[in-house]
């Protein structure tokens, strides 16, 4: 498959856990079926093919989809059941005091703002727990971990714990991130008439890996998923010119 396009890390006669690229929603917009979608994409691919879970629009990494009725059936009560071990990579504004940490927080979906949550006593049950993997000034890696999983948890639980996503136009501060954020301005000079363009222009969220028992084999396997070229780029920019 291109760069712009989902690429395949595993694949049998049961399952097919691919690399989401972000952009893409899993399954067709209600609104505008023309928007790029993988349940489409993996139907030309495939036409027998079950979408098992989500990821948000501008999320990248590893997804897993069903091959047949029984593998979607059998899937799906993992997820249901919390027995899919999901880990997330998430570039976050600040960094914690704590290396690792968990939010027990209930959410709600928002009855003003259509397709948002927000934490409340009245909403469902999720927790996650983070933990620390890297450190620059002002920025941090967390590894996140969702226990439950609700709409937007990990985005509204480092919002809730005052650690938003560097990138998210809902729960963050920014829409897109430039390299002249972080670059000693003096060292940095944009050509005469020419804009600086962002280095990363969407949600810096990326599903890292899944561990889950097989349909046939019943057997644990582990999909992991490197990062896509926008986040290593982000990661590389942080380390060379804002790290400790």
């Not at 030309?44 to 501008?58: K, N, P, Q």
């Not at 963050?172 to 222009?201: D, M, Q, W, Y």
């Not at 644990?220 to 926008?230: M, S």
Request: charged letters at 30%.
């Amino acid at each position: 498959m291109s760069k712009n396009r989902w690429t395949i890390l595993h694949e049998d006669d049961s399952i097919l856990v691919i690399d989401k690229p972000a952009g893409w929603s899993s399954i067709p917009d209600r609104f505008d079926e023309s928007k790029q979608n993988i349940l489409k994409s993996l139907q030309g691919y495939r036409e027998e093919i079950y979408i098992v879970h989500r990821l948000d629009r501008d999320t990248s990494g590893v997804m897993v989809v069903a091959k047949t009725q029984q593998a979607h059936k059998f899937l799906n009560e993992q997820f249901e059941n919390r027995k899919v071990d999901k880990t997330y990579h998430a570039f976050v504004d600040g960094c914690p005091i704590e290396e690792s940490f968990t939010i027990d927080a209930p959410i709600a979906l928002s009855s003003t703002k259509q397709g948002q949550v927000f934490v409340h006593k009245v909403g469902k049950e999720s927790m996650t727990t983070f933990r620390l993997i890297e450190r620059w000034k002002g920025f941090s890696l967390l590894e996140c971990k969702p226990t439950t999983g609700r709409q937007h948890q990990i985005r509204i639980h480092l919002q809730h714990a005052g650690h938003a996503l560097m990138i998210d136009d809902r729960y963050g501060t920014r829409s897109a991130f430039k390299i002249s954020k972080i670059k000693n301005r003096k060292k940095f000079n944009i050509k005469k008439n020419t804009v600086e363009r962002p280095l990363v222009s969407r949600q810096t969220l990326h599903a890292q890996s899944i561990t889950f028992s097989h349909p046939e084999s019943k057997k644990k396997i582990t999909v992991e998923c490197e990062y896509p070229k926008d986040l290593r780029a982000l990661k590389n920019q942080l380390t060379k010119w804002n790290s400790l």
